[in-house]
């Protein structure tokens, strides 16, 4: 078993910055590929950035790309979502997610993270 516990989300202006981070205990952390999805209210939850266990594959939806950066650290069991020049779009909360199935590829689809945190409320205002 995996827990996940979010933390950094917030309201903030249309333009600033948030990081988003994500504590993992129980297994071994770097045994895992790690994903952000977020759902706004009235839509699907939908994949936002992964990174594969080793940190040397990342994979961002487009909508984001070149605005968000996903990282981890092995050592502190974490892994973090630098979120910039935000929108209201972004409005969502946010959620950390675990793969168990150790790969070279992000996975992007919702069904193949095994383990889920119960999320971070991310507000933007213009």
């Known amino acids: 078993q995996v827990q996940l516990v979010e933390s950094g989300g917030g309201l903030v202006q249309a333009g600033g910055s948030l990081r988003l981070s994500c504590a993992a205990s129980?297994?071994?952390?770097?045994?895992?590929?790690m994903a952000w999805f977020r759902q706004a209210p009235g839509k699907e939850r939908e994949f936002v950035a992964g990174?594969?266990?080793?940190?040397?594959?990342?994979n961002y939806v487009d909508s984001v790309k070149g605005r968000f950066t996903i990282s981890r650290d092995n050592a502190k069991s974490s892994v973090y979502l630098q979120m910039n020049s935000l929108e209201p779009e972004d409005t969502a909360v946010y959620y950390c997610?675990?793969?168990?199935?150790?790969?070279?590829?992000?996975?992007?689809?919702?069904?193949?993270?095994?383990?889920w945190g119960q999320g971070t409320q991310v507000t933007v205002f213009s």
């Open positions: 997610a675990a793969d168990a199935f150790r790969t070279m590829k992000v996975q992007v689809r919702e069904g193949q993270y095994d383990y």
């Open positions: 129980g297994r071994p952390f770097s045994n895992y590929g």
């Open positions: 990174i594969t266990w080793n940190g040397l594959n990342t």
